[in-house]
């Protein structure tokens, strides 16, 4: 019993993950390679629902970093 799970596109990786918005739930920013954007997966304080949100575009040819 893992939640709900999502098939997730081959364009799409993982660029960071971390507490995005400060309620101790670990958030997921994916990075769209096609259309050089970023989208982020924002966890309910429960962990097992997220919303989808996009954040921003970026310039082709940048790397994403975390720290």
């Known amino acids: 019993a893992y939640g709900?799970?999502?098939?997730v596109a081959s364009q799409y990786q993982i660029a960071?993950?971390?507490d995005l918005n400060g309620d101790?739930?670990?958030d997921i920013v994916w990075r769209?390679?096609?259309r050089t954007q970023?989208?982020?997966w924002i966890a309910q304080s429960a962990g097992s629902q997220y919303s989808i949100v996009y954040l921003r575009d970026y310039p082709p040819g940048w790397e994403i970093l975390s720290r």
């Open 4 to 7: 709900n799970v999502r098939a």
């Open 16 to 18: 960071s993950i971390g």
């Open 24 to 26: 101790g739930a670990a």
């Open 32 to 34: 769209d390679q096609a």
């Open 38 to 40: 970023l989208w982020a």
